[in-house]
């Protein structure tokens, strides 16, 4: 059975920092690429991180560059998404995926909240 379990989200004054945890089981989880989307109340869900399965090659969203980081610990089966500087407009859920390219596989968390305010 499939799980992604997120972990970790919180409410966080403008500034602040916090780390997402995604522990992943029921799946080969080094041939998945791994990423973190957000959704903020209204707004669709946006790409905001993701990361290959064995080199671990980055990329993330123009609106977090620079303040956020992606790294997965192959042995552990989880995927993290270190925020720094977090901002009001960084509200949202925040939701791992798992995607394997070319066979249409695609795993969800259930989301995990993430509220900055002071």
């Known amino acids: 059975q499939v799980q992604l379990v997120e972990s970790g989200g919180g409410l966080v004054q403008p500034g602040g920092s916090l780390t997402l945890s995604c522990a992943a089981s029921?799946?080969?989880?080094?041939?998945?690429?791994l990423k973190w989307y957000r959704q903020a109340p209204g707004k669709e869900r946006e790409l905001v991180a993701a990361?290959?399965?064995?080199?671990?090659?980055?990329n993330y969203a123009d609106s977090v560059k620079g303040r956020f980081r992606i790294s997965r610990d192959n042995a552990k089966n989880t995927v993290y998404l270190q925020m720094n500087s977090l901002k009001p407009e960084d509200t949202a859920v925040y939701y791992c995926?798992?995607?394997?390219?070319?066979?249409?596989?695609?795993?969800w968390g259930q989301g995990t909240q993430v509220t900055v305010s002071s």
């Open positions: 990361i290959t399965g064995a080199f671990g090659m980055t």
């Open positions: 029921g799946f080969t989880f080094t041939s998945y690429m």
């Open positions: 995926n798992a995607h394997r390219n070319g066979f249409g596989l695609d795993y």
